[in-house]
């Protein structure tokens, strides 16, 4: 499902073929296959230890997979992509860190620059545009741990966006945040997929999914469903889903 608007992305494609993922003894994701178009926002919905960041992880290389393939554009992806990013919960990240909004966003032009470029005219204005399309224009010169969860949250997609990155993979972006933060954060997410980006976010709250979501992706250790938001979120999909490991 391809939203309208975004039809210059839609050979932007993410597949992922026939994907195992172990840790140790441990199987997190069996056989799992799945194909994903830019200008699409997609949930991730699947019970606790149902594979979901795992799929993330494996999707920007930060897991190996036991067998099964990655493809973005057409191309094996077998090492790290600027095109793709991975945004983990604000949780696991140290907020102590002393940076500004703007320092952090300034970050995702590294990977671009390469061992001669300077940081330049380009550059500057990638940062502007990210900042801008996150709203947070206003609070570049604020350290990021002063900040709200919402407006944390922006900082991470606005760093991604600055690198360019095509795909988001959002771990649980809207946790922790209140009503008005999480409807400002949907807001600039169907944004982005309407103008051509892939938007993959797991996602837990149940009523939300086709509020938010063209697409959804239900995992439990295995694909349970993909498609249409409405049509995936289905009783009978759902009991597959949450009803304990198969």
């Keep these: 499902m391809t939203r309208p608007g975004a039809t ?6 993410l597949r992922v073929e026939g994907l195992h993922v172990h840790y140790g003894p441990i199987c997190a994701l069996r056989d799992v296959s799945l194909e994903l178009t830019c200008g699409t926002a997609v949930a991730l919905v699947g019970g606790n230890g149902a594979g979901k960041s795992t799929l993330m992880k494996r999707i920007v290389g930060l897991v190996p997979a036991s067998t099964g393939i990655v493809r973005w554009r057409g191309h094996p992806v077998t090492e790290s992509t600027h095109e793709i990013a991975y945004l983990p919960q604000r949780s696991d990240i140290n907020w102590d860190f002393p940076v500004t909004v703007r320092g952090l966003v300034e970050m995702g032009r590294y990977p671009l620059l390469g061992p001669w470029r300077t940081y330049g005219s380009r550059d500057r204005e990638a940062v502007a545009r990210a900042l801008g399309l996150m709203r947070i224009e ?11 969860g919402g407006q944390q949250q922006r900082v991470l997609i606005a760093r991604a966006l600055a690198q360019e990155a095509h795909v988001l993979l959002l771990d649980e972006p809207f946790a922790g945040l ?8 949907a807001n600039l997410l169907r944004d982005l997929s309407s103008t051509g980006h892939l938007i993959v976010a797991s996602h837990h709250d149940l009523k939300t999914v086709g509020e938010i979501f063209d697409e959804t992706v239900l995992l439990n250790g295995r694909l349970i469903a993909i498609g249409p938001s409405r049509d995936v979120m289905t009783e009978d999909n759902l009991r597959r889903a949450f009803g304990g490991a198969e």
């Design 8 to 13: 210059d992305h839609v050979h932007h494609i």
């Design 138 to 148: 206003g609070i570049v010169n604020r350290q990021v741990g002063a900040l709200s």
């Design 178 to 185: 209140d009503q008005p933060a999480q409807e400002l954060l």
